[in-house]
């Protein structure tokens, strides 16, 4: 299957700051991009629909201003977390998919990112 | 709105013993479920993937069932081992992307 990378793998900071996490689509291109947030012994709750050179879709809930992404590329697509406080802390995971998923296309998913505010 | 839901949420076994994860969905309509394993703090590794015109797939000691009309899935391990144990997921995909379950955490008792 295809590789899916997430950078960092971890992240501390602040509360206050803004993170960013890069998902990259190492070796096929990625039309489409999501983006998960798993809070401990949750499920994964979808967060956002990017397509690569459009804006994203974010899901019920969301605030699209807190958690900007961009898909500029058909192999990267990056989340970030603005003014993040403790209650943004979770997994963070994203997936590639190599045109739009309703159907049969298969997701593929990065590591993921732990990330902490303190 | 499609839920999924898994049963059990955890499960604990001793090593060999042959078990059985329950998952099921509200909505029919689906194009496809999939089955993952998640190991702590780490992302999915995708397991089997289940067409909605099929009625299971097998991979190793792994077989998992769908009943579509019905809404539901099992996951059947055989012989079970201690490294087959993490968190069980199952993910549903129909006119949106991918909806999962709370998943089913296993431990295998050597």
């Known amino acids: 299957g295809a590789v899916v990378s997430q950078h960092p793998s971890r992240v501390i900071c602040k509360s206050g700051t803004s993170v960013k996490i890069e998902c990259r689509s190492l070796?096929?291109?990625?039309?489409?991009m999501f983006w998960y947030r798993q809070f401990p012994k949750q499920s994964l709750m979808l967060m956002a629909t990017s397509n690569e050179g459009s804006k994203a879709t974010y899901e019920q809930g969301v605030e699209k201003d807190k958690f900007l992404i961009n898909h500029a590329s058909l192999t990267l697509s990056t989340l970030t977390v603005t003014s993040a406080h403790p209650e943004d802390s979770s997994f963070y995971i994203c997936?590639?998919?190599?045109?739009?998923?309703?159907?049969?296309?298969?997701?593929?998913f990065g590591p993921g990112t732990r990330l902490l505010v303190l | 709105k499609q839920e999924v839901t898994q049963i059990p949420a955890a499960l604990s076994v001793p090593e060999g013993e042959n078990l059985v994860l329950n998952c099921s969905f509200t909505?029919?309509?689906?194009?496809?479920l999939q089955w993952f394993r998640q190991d702590p703090g780490k992302g999915l590794t995708s397991l089997l993937l289940i067409q909605s015109s099929q009625r299971e797939q097998t991979s190793g000691r792994l077989n998992a069932s769908l009943d579509k009309s019905s809404g539901r899935s099992t996951l059947y391990i055989a012989a079970s081992q201690p490294g087959d144990s993490a968190t069980y997921l199952c993910a549903v995909s129909g006119n949106t992307p991918l909806v999962f379950g709370k998943g089913t955490r296993l431990s295998v008792i050597a």
């Open positions: 070796d096929f291109q990625a039309t489409t």
């Open positions: 909505d029919s309509a689906i194009y496809n």
């Open positions: 997936s590639s998919a190599g045109g739009w998923v309703g159907a049969a296309e298969t997701q593929y």
